[in-house]
């Protein structure tokens, strides 16, 4: 399936007499996407929770993107097969531009386990000229397994799940990430205190 083929015809862009410059400016700080990536159980969405609580507490407009949340409406018609998986991505990558595009933070946090995948979404981004942020929330699959904060390790152990990541289907681990988070090794507020430091190193947010 070729997700990325525009079936559309005699669509035109229409642009506004908004900039994104003057969006950004408006709201004082430059939007950028973080994503997160990793094992289910590494702790994605808890950093990401903890990430835009503080964000949220310093003054800047933040907006979280959930695995499960997204998957609960405007991706409630994919499942877990490879090609609903890169659909899901893209989606998420398509939505994370937009908020970006506003001005916003986005802290989006999905397994996305194909490198490719991850890819098109950074592409998105940098073909606009946006900040994208590809955070590894990196654990060991043992790890991960032995947390299990949702029994779906249990689960797919027992065949009870399919098409599940790090047991049947498999994690490709990022190559370049700008920031590895070794949720087993650091606290959450260590997280939170790197994630904020890469942005203000970014340029979103002030030194």
């Known amino acids: 399936m070729e997700n990325t083929t525009q079936k559309a015809t005699n669509v035109t862009w229409h642009d506004g007499e908004v900039s994104r410059l003057e969006r950004q400016t408006l709201l004082g700080q430059l939007g950028a996407t973080v994503w997160f990536t990793g094992l289910s159980g ?3 969405s808890t950093i990401a929770v903890a990430v835009e609580k503080e964000l949220h507490k310093r003054g800047h407009l933040v907006y979280r993107l959930d695995g499960d949340n997204i998957r609960m409406g405007i991706n409630r018609n994919l499942g877990f ?12 990558g398509e939505i994370a531009k937009l908020f970006v595009d506003a001005g916003l933070i986005v802290l989006s946090s999905f397994i996305s386990p194909y490198r490719s995948d991850r890819q098109l979404v950074r592409k998105l981004h940098e073909d606009a000229g946006m900040n994208f942020i590809e955070c590894f929330v990196d654990v060991p699959l043992a790890e991960a397994e032995l947390r299990d904060p949702k029994g779906l390790y249990k689960k797919a152990r027992a065949g009870e799940i399919r098409n599940f990541t790090g047991i049947d289907d498999p994690y490709e681990a990022p190559e370049s990430p700008e920031l590895v988070l070794p949720s087993h090794q650091l606290s959450l507020e260590e997280e939170v205190d790197a994630v904020l430091k890469k942005l203000a190193q970014c340029g979103c947010l002030p030194e």
Not at 83 to 91: F, H, K, L, M, S
């Open 81 to 92: 097969s490879a090609e609903d998986r890169t659909e899901n991505i893209r989606r998420i």
């Open 42 to 44: 590494a702790g994605k």
